[in-house]
T-cell receptor, first 111, second 115 residues
Framework: QKEVEQDPGPLSVPEGAIVSLNCTYSNSAFQYFMWYRQYSRKGPELLMYTYSSGNKEDGRFTAQVDKSSKYISLFIRDSQPSDSATYLCAMRANTGNQFYFGTGTSLTVIP | ETGVTQTPRHLVMGMTNKKSLKCEQHLGHNAMYWYKQSAKKPLELMFVYNFKEQTENNSVPSRFSPECPNSSHLFLHLHTLQPEDSALYLC??????????????FGPGTRLTVL
């Protein structure tokens, strides 16, 4: 079983839609959860960084962590064509610096 | 320069060539990483350096040889590569304090093609 599972998509939505991206994981030791956005031919850039369970909001982006279900989500409100990218989830345990990544979900927002 | 930079951005090499990838971080971090990114696969961690010392080597073939001369610079020396080594090679850095790390910041990557 993979440490982190993420549906690769592709996901295509109209502009203005609410987008939901998800990852599941198997290691209950994971405590830190991240979402990265990666545009074509670029490196991943950090979008959201959360610790343990709960919600975190930043502008149009909301990250949710449900540790009891080992499930994390990223919601994008009022999606824009500029949100078209691959979204990677990542996570790590409480100590150390080993990060585990999902495969990434490819998102296209159609004008 | 800001953040994490990588050179070259693109590299095409034959199987018998020797080349090097360079990474430099301008964030004052003390840990640096090499990842391999292939289509439809999660990022594969290759090497980790903490305070210039290699702490992880995830069963990477010896045709990949890392070098970390100081906490700001990281190299990946390549020799006798195989076509399946073609991928995007990403460098990242983070700040480690008392064995725990903040999140990672990535460079733009080097797109490597092995003919």
């Amino acid at each position: 079983q993979k440490e982190v599972e993420q549906d690769p998509g592709p996901l295509s939505v109209p502009e203005g839609a609410i987008v939901s991206l998800n990852c599941t994981y198997s290691n209950s030791a994971f405590q830190y959860f991240m979402w990265y956005r990666q545009y074509s031919r670029k490196g991943p850039e950090l979008l959201m960084y959360t610790y343990s369970s709960g919600n975190k909001e930043d502008g149009r982006f909301t990250a949710q962590v449900d540790k009891s279900s080992k499930y994390i989500s990223l919601f994008i409100r009022d999606s824009q064509p500029s949100d078209s990218a691959t979204y990677l989830c990542a996570m790590r345990a409480n100590t150390g610096n080993q990060f585990y990544f999902g495969t990434g979900t490819s998102l296209t927002v159609i004008p | 320069e800001t953040g994490v930079t990588q050179t070259p951005r693109h590299l095409v090499m034959g199987m018998t060539n020797k080349k090097s990838l360079k990474c430099e971080q301008h964030l004052g971090h003390n840990a640096m990483y090499w990842y391999k990114q292939s289509a439809k696969k999660p990022l594969e961690l290759m090497f980790v350096y903490n305070f210039k010392e290699q702490t992880e080597n995830n069963s990477v073939p010896s045709r990949f040889s890392p070098e970390c001369p100081n906490s700001s610079h990281l190299f990946l020396h390549l020799h006798t590569l195989q076509p399946e080594d073609s991928a995007l090679y990403l460098c990242a850095s983070s700040q480690v304090v008392a064995g725990d790390t903040d999140t990672q910041y990535f460079g733009p990557g080097t797109r490597l093609t092995v003919l």
